[in-house]
Structure formats: structure tokens, C-alpha cells
């Protein structure tokens, strides 16, 4: 499925963040929430911001009523800030990829749009994918030249107390633009898990998670590439981490490999607070 695809599909989820009268604190202008998600309110979390424009920043977390992803379930999510909306969505804990004895698979497409002088982040847990599981995911990350989006994703393998094997497949891709379908950088990914078990030299070793984090829009790019390394180093835990700067100097990526879920998780928080910093302030409904 392209990426002008995913967004043309009806969503599970579908929020639309802006200001009120287009420069007051950032609020939820739309929703749409089907099953399995649901969304409590919007939570102010940014209060004592040094920003003024950032104190009023929406943020949702999102929840599940279904426990994770099943065989030929089939979701789909999209994420708008309208011009100078300051949001931040995130999850309260990794969601499960089960296993599909039927030989099906989930699917899972996330729309990110940041429209003029918008700050978006999409902070969801990494999915944690059980034995004999199948995940298609694809992001699709649009963003104006003086908007800022910081995302993350990953993913860890379980293997549950009395169960064997690992997951069967995962294919990913994540694909940033500008408005007009302009593409900047696509990356794509298909890895097994017994390719990961398997702990060879150079593909996984003993590396059993792996994340990206992704700053677009950001100042002082190699700053922020630096200072999200050393966060990621200093977090701790037994993990590695590289970092590339976009094409269209649009931003940067960091990658990480981590020795498993424990890990992985404190190393995507300590960066994305790192690449945080570098979000610039919003000039609509700054005072």
C-alpha cells in the first residue's frame, strides 16, 4: 500500500489537533475513535515549560480495549496538527503482536501530518511480537518545512513461559514527505525472527530490540544528532546507537539495538527528551 494510500483510508482512529481561534492553547478540534481505542481526554503535561507557547501543549494517551494485535486485524491511525498546534501523542504500554496460527497477519498504517509552524511528537511504546506473529506496519510521516515532528517506533521478541519459536515476520516502512506527496526519505524493513535468534555477527548479534527515533524540523542538526547519542549512551543500558542526518536536510535518525525490551525503552525515552530540546518555538500563539 503507497503512502497516499494509507491516508486515504477511514482510520480507528483518526485526531485532529489545533488552537482555538487559531492562536489559543492547542485542544482536540477533531475526533473520530472506533474500536479498539479509546481516548480519555487531552492532558496538559508541559505546564512549567520554559516556552510559553508549549505550556498549553495537548497531549493524549491512547488506550486498547483488545489487548493487542491479532491475526487479520486490520488498523489504522491518523495524527494531524493544524498550523501552530502543539501535540503529543503516546501509549501507556507496548501493545502484544499474537500469534496467528492461520498463516494471516495484523495490519497496522500511521498518517503523521504537521501542518505550518506545527510541533508534533508520536511517542508509542515499542510492540512486543510472540511467537509465530505476522505485522505489516507503515508510517507515513508528512511534514511543512517549518513544521517539527519527533517520533520513535521499535520492536522487541517474547517468547512467553511455555511457549517456543519466535515471531514469524515483520515488514515496516516509514516514509517522510513534505505537503504535495513530495518524498524526502522511504525506508523499508522485512526481518524474520529466526534471522534475529539466529545472533549472527553483524546482522543481530545478541541484540533482541530495536527502535529509531526521527527529529524533522529540528534546530542544530548536528547538535541535536550529537545529544541524542549521548543520551542514548549515557541512559545506562546495554545498547547501541547510530545516528544519519536526512536527505533534504529535513532532519535526523537515530537507530537503536538493544539487548531486549528493558533496555530498549529507557534508550528511545532518554533520546526523545534529548531531541525534545531541539524542537524550535512555535511562533503562532507564542507571546
Not at 529540528?218 to 545498547?239: K, M, P, Q, R, S
Amino acid at each position: 500500500m503507497t503512502g497516499l494510500a494509507v491516508a486515504d483510508r477511514v482510520h480507528q482512529l483518526d485526531l485532529v489537533f489545533g488552537r482555538t481561534g487559531g492562536t489559543g492553547p492547542t485542544r482536540l478540534v477533531s475526533r473520530r475513535v472506533a474500536y479498539p481505542f479509546s481516548v480519555a481526554d487531552v492532558f496538559r503535561l508541559d505546564r512549567t515549560s520554559r516556552d510559553p507557547a508549549s505550556r498549553d501543549r495537548a497531549t493524549v494517551i491512547l488506550q486498547s480495549a483488545s489487548g493487542g494485535l491479532f491475526e487479520d486485524e486490520d488498523l489504522s491511525l491518523s495524527i494531524a496538527a493544524q498550523p501552530g498546534a502543539q501535540a503529543r501523542f503516546a501509549t501507556p504500554s507496548a501493545a502484544v503482536v499474537h500469534g496467528m496460527p492461520g498463516g494471516g497477519m495484523a495490519r497496522q498504517d500511521v498518517t503523521l501530518k504537521a501542518d505550518e509552524d506545527a510541533r508534533l511528537e508520536y511517542l508509542p511504546k515499542p510492540v512486543i511480537l510472540f511467537p509465530g506473529s505476522r505485522l505489516r506496519q507503515r508510517i507515513v510521516i508528512e511534514a511543512a518545512e517549518d513544521a517539527t515532528v519527533l517520533a520513535c517506533d521499535g520492536f522487541l521478541m517474547h517468547t512467553p513461559r511455555g511457549a517456543e519459536g519466535s515471531f514469524d515476520w515483520l515488514d515496516t516502512s516509514t516514509e517522510i514527505r513534505r505537503p504535495g506527496g513530495i518524498v524526502v526519505a522511504r525506508e523499508r524493513m522485512r526481518v524474520t525472527g529466526a534471522a534475529i535468534a539466529k545472533g549472527s555477527t553483524g546482522l543481530s548479534g545478541s541484540f533482541r530490540a530495536f527502535g529509531w527515533i526521527a527529529l524533522i524540523g529540528g534546530t542544530h542538526e548536528a547538535e541535536a544528532e550529537a545529544a541524542v547519542l549521548d543520551a542514548i549512551a549515557a541512559c545506562g543500558e546495554a545498547v547501541y546507537a547510530g545516528a544519519s542526518r536526512l536527505p533534504g536536510d529535513c532532519g535526523v535518525m537515530v537507530r537503536i539495538a538493544a539487548r531486549d525490551g528493558g533496555a530498549l525503552l529507557p534508550a528511545l525515552e532518554a533520546g526523545t527528551r534529548a531531541g525534545r530540546q531541539y524542537i524550535p518555538r512555535a511562533t503562532i500563539g507564542s507571546n
